[in-house]
């Protein structure tokens, strides 16, 4: 095998690497990666039921809960009970939240603007398909 097809550790290091930038970023406004991927998906899916954003980020439901309460008393988001369904709630985002979605969006653009640098198009193409292939291959744990 040749040392640069040792994915499982490149795509360790460059996770790490890439996820502390991330955080670096976001920690400037007060804000986790977590919760910038929240306000990201409400701003595309304001009201959804807090399991789809769950699902949509990526966060088992019982940390999915404690994130939305943090986010809620931070005034980013407020949640509201489904008219159909009492027992379910929805998420929808302040004007606060929104402003700050829109902020975080566009620092995480410069991020990923860094990442493509230096690749054609095509090797982008190729290396999002890979990644994106991960998900099906790896799927999430029954519980998660």
Known sequence: MKA???????LTVAYRRLQRAIEQETAAHDLTSAQAGV????GRNDGALIGDVSQAVDIVPSA?????????RAGLVKRRRDG???RSQRLHLTVAGQELG?????RTRVINNRLMD???????DVVSRWLTSLQA????????
């Open 4 to 10: 640069e097809h040792r994915l499982i550790f490149l």
């Open 39 to 42: 306000l990201f998906f409400l």
């Open 64 to 72: 999915m809960s404690g994130l939305a309460d943090r986010m809620e």
């Open 84 to 86: 159909e369904d009492g």
């Open 102 to 106: 829109k902020r975080a969006a566009t």
């Open 118 to 124: 230096g690749f054609s198009e095509a090797e982008i």
């Open 137 to 144: 291959k790896f799927p999430k744990d029954k519980d998660g």
